[in-house]
């Protein structure tokens, strides 16, 4: 497990990212900007509504593995720290980041 700046971190709202999450995170969001272009280029050439539909749908799901990455990223890291360091109300904010993202 890599070694976390704690100067750095999720109390401070900001975050010290190793190269290989970061690369990974970047990587991810590479190929759903490709994706979003492609949908706009069907959209421009008047592509079928269907044929769109599923490729929005290949898209929601690629930002929905991103948002999975970087929640499990989180919680590993910044949660488990935290609470381990008494700052329990990072439970409360996790719960609320949840709640926003089953909205």
Request: proline share 1%; hydrophobic share 35%.
């Amino acid at each position: 497990m890599e070694k976390i700046n704690t100067e750095k971190c999720c109390s401070h709202r900001t975050k010290e990212r190793g190269d290989e999450e970061r690369k990974k995170l970047l990587n991810r969001l590479s190929r759903i900007e490709g994706q979003i272009r492609g949908l706009r280029r069907m959209v421009e050439n008047d592509a079928y509504c269907p044929d769109i539909l599923t490729q929005a749908a290949a898209a929601n799901a690629a930002l929905d593995a991103f948002n999975r990455e970087l929640l499990s990223n989180h919680i590993h890291t910044c949660v488990v720290r935290d609470i381990k360091e008494g700052r329990e109300e990072t439970v409360d904010e996790l719960m609320e980041t949840l709640r926003r993202m089953m909205r």
